[in-house]
């Protein structure tokens, strides 16, 4: 023989609540006192029922929401490693470019700039590019459009970690001046400086976060 173990819904514990209280009232006007007991008790069983159901929901979403932040700490995690990674290997390279100078003046080698541009190109830390006075500035012996020059690669890691770390100096400043505006009487002018200023900083700490100020 199978058993079937169905969950019984919300609906069908209302109704059997309500049955229950019927047949209570029917049996208490037949004085018949075991019959009361048992519909008391299923009201009972019901009202318990109804209780952990509600906090079996109410535990489940927590459940669901607390995944949800585990999946989001994931991902930010993910993200940070890989952020750490291109940082470790943009300032790897740098430092294998400081070191190789270091040894060489050290050992009294001669390196002049050609010697260093070839370097930093061969490191990855200069590229070059077609010469044009108007990007490059005016450099004597180049001629525009025929010859090259060196320029320093572009490091998106560690431009990115200073600029969020900027962001975070003004943020904390604006957080200080919010301190600040809620001593103040409110309406004041004073009060209405200080809160213009708030705002100025926290638009400000989003222009460093996209690169928009220096």
């Given at each position: 023989?199978q ?31 075991d019959?009361?007991?048992?519909a ?23 459940i ?99 600029a ?18 809620q ?16 705002f ?15």
């Amino acid at each position: 023989m199978q058993t079937i173990n169905n969950r019984m819904t919300e609906n069908q514990i209302a109704d059997l609540f309500s049955l229950a209280v019927q047949l209570q009232v029917k049996a208490e006007e037949s004085d018949d006192r075991d019959t009361a007991i048992l519909a008391y008790s299923i009201q009972n069983a019901c009202s318990n029922l109804t209780e952990s159901r509600r906090e079996f929901l109410a535990a489940d979403a927590t459940i669901h929401n607390l995944e949800l932040k585990l999946t989001d700490m994931a991902v930010q995690l993910a993200n940070a490693e890989s952020k750490c990674r291109e940082l470790a290997a943009e300032n790897g390279v740098k430092q294998e470019f400081i070191k190789t100078c270091f040894r060489a003046a050290a050992d009294g080698v001669s390196m002049d700039g050609d010697d260093i541009q070839k370097l930093g190109e061969r490191l990855g830390l200069f590229g070059r590019e077609t010469y044009q006075p108007v990007l490059h500035g005016y450099i004597c012996g180049h001629e525009a459009g025929e010859d090259t020059v060196y320029v320093m690669k572009k490091t998106p890691a560690t431009d990115a970690l200073l600029a969020e770390m900027r962001a975070q100096g003004v943020e904390e400043f604006a957080t200080e001046l919010g301190n600040v505006y809620q001593q103040l009487r409110s309406g004041s002018h004073h009060a209405h400086a200080i809160k213009s200023a708030v705002f100025r900083a926290v638009e400000f700490a989003a222009q460093l976060r996209k690169g928009g100020a220096a």
